[in-house]
């Protein structure tokens, strides 16, 4: 039963010739390397290690007496090869690996805020150069955001220590005092975002960076709790939970851009040009704003709740409407108001 | 794959890396162990036969540069070798810091099969006897993900051949059939994009990978065209999406304490009796007043007239639009 069963089996052994054929180039490059570092380094066991040696060993030149075949001397726990056969160097890059790496090494070259960038770009490319036409890779990256901000940030975390923020919350469209402890800097879908234990959630939290408005270093280090873990952001920064309430509305065609925008549970097509999209939200006040902002296109299906909510705001705004309106320029000396923050909002 | 199939695979390739002259199939089942048979017998010969062609499929998946040729004139059958220059990666001298940047985007990869790709591709450079430390970091990672378009059309941009795909826009009903010579792949703000000639429009159009419905159908021969030199392809994206000017001037009452968001926003705020007065830049009074709505009664217009009447004129709608729904869904 040495073949491996159907499913994945090919890729494996695919797998392992790959690694077979890196295998003695990788340990002709570091001779009396110890077999428990090799294997750590190359993400197998120690055991899968020693059995791809035993049969390089078997493997030569035409001939295959012993002066033809792959040779190795053991010293301990201790490995150096001591005849390469002929495959001393790794086979070059396929197009998939050279393009992996580059577009990764751009996106980091893009990225606003990485230390050491210069350093990046040393490195895209030299690895642009090794793998030639390969990646005339027509990929380009551009990441704009806010580089001032994130870089102070980043200053801020790298410091380890724990921040007083004042952090906008979209979701409850408030502005509010808390003190972290950063795990780390990340970006995603083009957002810079800093990831902490929140004292104040008492949870890990993603916090947007164009959504802090200020940071106070603490004379505290930063204490992550050890139970602490980071999100999972395969999916986005957002991956809804299906204990959120759901909304589901009658969106017309000029808004159904939300369906790209926002994470649905489901759309589906409703009478005339309408689709119904259901989506969950974290916060019905949330709903209410996006309802009123997305307009008259867009109605609430359910919950009724929300449609009251979305109804009387409408009526109470309306009212006041109907008042008679202070002086617009009726006004004495500004107060402070950070003009740079308008350029972070939409 | 066996254990002697590997053997096999692996004796086959550092054979054709030693050789020079092309060695046909016959002499290569007479060296490498493994291909032993019996080349009169005929089911044995066609089991050797296929056995080789499948040696041969999974060297070339793997990306070994697999020659074909023949020896001299008066040989027939074709043979084969592995040229050292094409096998072999290219010296790479990285410094431990451009090392540590390469291992760091190896890892931040999402999507699984460029992650696998990204990772034995730093396998190579580390069996090239580069080291990479495993614990630096640049202090802010991107998450890279893409599309399942991606792939295809990169290749496809790669390899200069046309495609087709299904394209939804959000507005339209059903997606429309595509046809593009693909240039390149794009991402802006954190979105996909491909750019080239739309073989339909005749012009240079992008479109957004996150739209593409369904697999992308490659329908054209390599080579098939040639991007203009010297494109930018950025800008072909960016042309659409690029910043907004903000110099309009609006005066807004916003209720003690709320609106938080339109307070960040603001460049004056001015506190007063009945609420705080702020003034907010903006470019289109129309998307600034669909902004405001979203603050319902927290937040009354003063100024210019046309937000306040647009503002007015949405919360008329929304109010009526969402009366009856209400009451029936309040009565159930």
């Known amino acids: ?88 160097r790794p086979l070059r890059l396929t197009p998939d690996e050279a393009l992996a790496l580059v577009v990764a090494l751009r996106m980091l070259a893009e990225t606003p805020g990485v230390a050491n960038r210069e350093a990046v770009e040393r490195a895209l490319a030299k690895i642009e150069n090794a793998a030639g036409d390969l990646v005339g890779a027509p990929v380009e990256v551009r990441l704009p955001a806010d580089v001032g901000r994130v870089e102070a940030l980043r200053g801020a ?36 975002y800093v990831e902490a234990w929140c004292r104040r959630a008492e949870a ?22 050890p139970q602490a873990r980071p999100h999972d952001l395969s999916d986005g920064a957002f991956r809804p939970s299906p204990d959120l309430p759901l909304i589901t ?7 159904r851009w939300i369906t790209e925008y926002y994470p649905c549970e489901e759309v589906r097509a409703g009478d005339a040009d309408h689709w119904l999209v259901s989506l969950r939200v974290t916060d019905l006040g949330w709903a209410r704003r996006f309802v009123l902002g997305l307009g008259p296109d867009v109605t609430v299906v359910a919950p009724a709740e929300l449609a009251e909510q979305v109804r009387d705001a409408a009526s109470a705004a309306l009212d006041a409407y109907a008042q008679p309106a202070p002086d617009a320029r009726r006004a004495p000396a500004p107060t402070a108001a950070d003009p740079a923050l308008a350029a972070g909002s939409r | 794959m066996s254990r002697t199939r590997t053997e096999r695979l692996v004796n086959l390739v550092i054979c054709l890396l030693s050789t ?71 010296d790479i001298p990285l410094e431990p810091d451009e090392a540590a940047a390469v291992g760091i985007a190896a890892r931040l990869w999402q999507h699984a099969g460029l992650a696998a790709a990204a990772s034995s591709g730093l396998a190579k450079l580390r069996a090239a006897g580069v080291d990479v430390d495993p614990q630096a970091t640049l202090g802010l990672e991107p998450m890279v993900t893409v599309d399942p378009a991606f792939a295809p059309l990169t290749a496809a941009a790669r390899d200069r051949r046309e495609v087709g795909f299904d394209y939804r826009v959000p507005d339209q009903d059903a997606p429309t059939r595509r046809r593009l010579q693909p240039w390149g792949v794009v991402c802006w703000r954190g979105r996909w994009y491909v750019v080239g000639h739309d073989l339909d429009r005749e012009a240079t159009r992008c ?19 040639e991007p203009p030199a010297g494109v930018d392809l950025i800008s072909h994206v960016a042309r659409w999406s690029g910043p907004v000017e903000r110099t309009g001037r609006a005066t807004v009452l ?21 609420g705080d007065r702020l003034v907010l830049p903006y470019a289109d009074p129309e998307s600034l007043a ?29 109010a009526s639009r969402h009366d009856d729904l209400a009451t029936a869904g309040g009565s159930r």
């Open chain 1, 1 to 88: 039963m040495t073949r491996p069963t159907a499913k994945g089996g090919s890729r494996t052994s695919a797998d392992r010739l790959a690694r077979l054929l890196n295998l003695v180039p990788y340990l002709l490059a570091r001779p009396g390397i110890e077999i428990a570092e090799a294997a750590g380094d190359l993400a197998v066991t120690e055991r899968q290690l020693r059995e791809d040696l035993e049969l390089l060993w078997v493997c030569g030149l035409p001939g295959y007496g012993p002066g033809d075949l792959i040779d190795m001397a053991f010293d301990g726990d201790r490995v150096t090869i001591t005849y390469d056969a002929g495959i001393d």
């Open chain 2, 20 to 90: 020079r002259r092309f060695l046909t199939a016959a002499q290569i089942a007479a060296t490498v162990p493994g291909y032993e048979h019996d080349p009169d017998d005929a089911r044995d010969h066609e089991a050797f036969q296929r056995k080789f062609e499948r040696d041969k499929a999974e060297l070339r998946e793997l990306g070994v540069p697999l020659e074909t040729g023949t020896a001299s004139v008066f040989d027939s059958e074709p043979g084969y070798r592995i040229a050292r220059r094409e096998y072999a990666l290219p």
């Open chain 1, 204 to 225: 890990v939290r993603l916090f947007r960076a164009d959504r802090i408005d200020a940071v106070t270093e603490l004379d505290e280090s930063a204490v992550v709790p």
């Open chain 2, 207 to 225: 479109f957004r990978l996150s739209r593409v419905v369904g697999a992308v159908r490659v329908t054209g021969d390599p080579s098939a065209y």
């Open chain 1, 157 to 192: 975390v790298e410091g380890g220590r724990a921040l007083r923020i004042t952090y906008y919350t979209a979701a409850r469209d408030e502005t509010t005092e808390r003190v972290i402890d950063p795990l780390r800097m990340l970006m995603v879908s083009g957002r810079a």
């Open chain 1, 249 to 255: 509305l009658r969106v017309g065609r000029g808004e």
């Open chain 2, 290 to 318: 669909r902004h405001l709505v979203g603050y319902g009664p927290d937040v009354r217009v003063l100024d210019p007239p046309e937000v306040r009447e647009a503002v007015i004129q949405r919360l008329k709608e929304i």
């Open chain 2, 254 to 274: 916003a209720a003690p304490g709320r609106a938080a968001g339109l307070r960040r926003w603001a460049v004056e705020v001015v506190a007063g009796p009945d």
